[in-house]
């Protein structure tokens, strides 16, 4: 959910508003990214608004470094993946523990989610309580799939202090989840939720977040455990764990964690690994495969080497209905036969059903459970039917 202002220190993010202009393509400006499936440890807070930089001054369609390496102790490798089946290819978000909307009449919710042909829906979590509650409600969601987001931060600054907690975090929520569901996510847009501004520019390179070097390392420690001990408890990857999401051309971010850079350009430090990067890309963003020059899904794959999950599509800007439905379409008749060009493994779209107004205009295809919203949910039945899951 973005802004075209700049970043404050004293939000916070549960729902909050999309107002991003199209001026966000032009080549002499940096896109700022969305931040629609977190939201705040406190679900009860209920309008809140993200604020980001858009920066200006550099082509955001400067190439991508070299391809990444595995130097340092955590043991990114860039090694030919395997492919995993087990991930649903078409779902949507939801917000259970948010509440509202979400958190009653699950047998509806299933019912609507089957009805479009969707068999997952993304859940953010903002505790291991959060996610305990998750994994008592595989069984109720059945047989749609739960993917679970563990949004949680640091609140230190120091590296070892992160990856210790966190690697406490990853067993805790492995003994809770894993092999009940196909993929956990660690960490929403942080970008957006976590570092004090934005990027200087388009975000294609880690050290345009510099002004904020000293949460780095703390949040590399974080990523880092919480990988490290999610694999200790599930060491045959029942469940795998995608990256930290990211949109736009923010992919440095990811790069810097994957090859051990910081934000204030030095390297050599412990390098983060997942199984799936994990990406997010909107409407007002163009085309993922010509964003400014960029193809971002082309970069991406070719950085991390590793299967690609697009956990937020959709349309976060005010739109008529009649563009909102024509983009269910193209958008997911792209993904789906570039799929296997990219190695994309999943689509979840934003959302199910009507829950952030956003000066009056709404993101669900369902505006409430078993109703169809402005023949959104028809088209994205006839979407899906029409692309089937590669």
């Not at 934005?198 to 949460?215: F, I, K, L, M, R």
């Not at 990988?227 to 060491?235: E, I, K, L, W």
């Not at 495969?289 to 690609?308: E, H, R, Y």
Request: aromatic share 12%.
């Amino acid at each position: 959910m973005t802004q075209l202002f700049s970043f404050s220190s004293t939000w916070s993010y549960v729902l909050r508003i999309r107002l991003l202009t199209l001026t966000m393509l032009l080549v002499s400006a940096s896109a700022a990214l969305t931040a629609c499936g977190g939201g705040s440890s406190d679900p009860a807070d209920a309008a809140a608004v993200a604020n980001r930089q858009h920066g200006g001054g550099k082509n955001p369609g400067k190439p991508s470094s070299s391809s990444p390496s595995s130097s340092s102790s955590s043991g990114s490798s860039p090694s030919t993946p395997t492919t995993p089946s087990s991930v649903p290819f078409y779902g949507v978000n939801g917000h259970y523990i948010q509440g509202g909307v979400y958190s009653s009449n699950i047998p509806q919710q299933v019912a609507d989610m089957k009805a479009m042909g969707v068999t997952s829906i993304r859940q953010d979590c903002y505790s291991t309580a959060d996610t305990a509650e998750m994994a008592s409600q595989v069984s109720s969601f059945a047989p749609i799939k739960i993917q679970p987001v563990f949004n949680v931060f640091p609140t230190t600054t120091d590296e070892t202090t992160a990856y210790n907690q966190y690697y406490a975090y990853g067993k805790t929520v492995a003994g809770q989840l894993a092999g009940k569901v196909a993929v956990i996510e660690m960490m929403n847009e942080p970008e957006n939720m976590y570092f004090k501004n934005g990027p200087s520019y388009g975000g294609q390179d880690v050290t345009e977040w510099a002004t904020s070097n000293s949460q780095w390392p703390a949040f590399r420690g974080a990523v880092r455990g919480f990988y490290a001990g999610f694999r200790a408890v599930d060491t045959t990857k029942q469940t795998l764990i995608a990256s930290p999401s990211v949109g736009w051309l923010h992919y440095g971010m990811l790069e810097g964690l994957w090859k051990g850079e910081a934000p204030d350009g030095s390297t050599g430090h412990p390098t983060a690994t997942w199984d799936i990067t994990n990406y997010h890309w909107y409407y007002d963003f163009g085309d993922i495969q010509n964003a400014g020059g960029v193809n971002t899904l082309a970069v991406i794959k070719s950085l991390f080497n590793l299967p690609i999950l697009l956990s937020e599509i959709g349309v976060q800007t005010s739109v008529s209905n009649s563009k909102y439905n024509a983009y269910v379409a193209s958008n997911l008749a792209e993904y789906a036969s570039n799929a296997k060009t990219y190695n994309i493994i999943g689509v979840d779209w934003y959302e199910l059903y009507n829950f952030q107004n956003m000066n009056g205009f709404y993101m669900g295809l369902y505006s409430s459970p078993g109703v169809g919203n402005a023949g959104r949910a028809a088209a994205m039945t006839t979407a899906v039917a029409s692309n089937p899951a590669p």
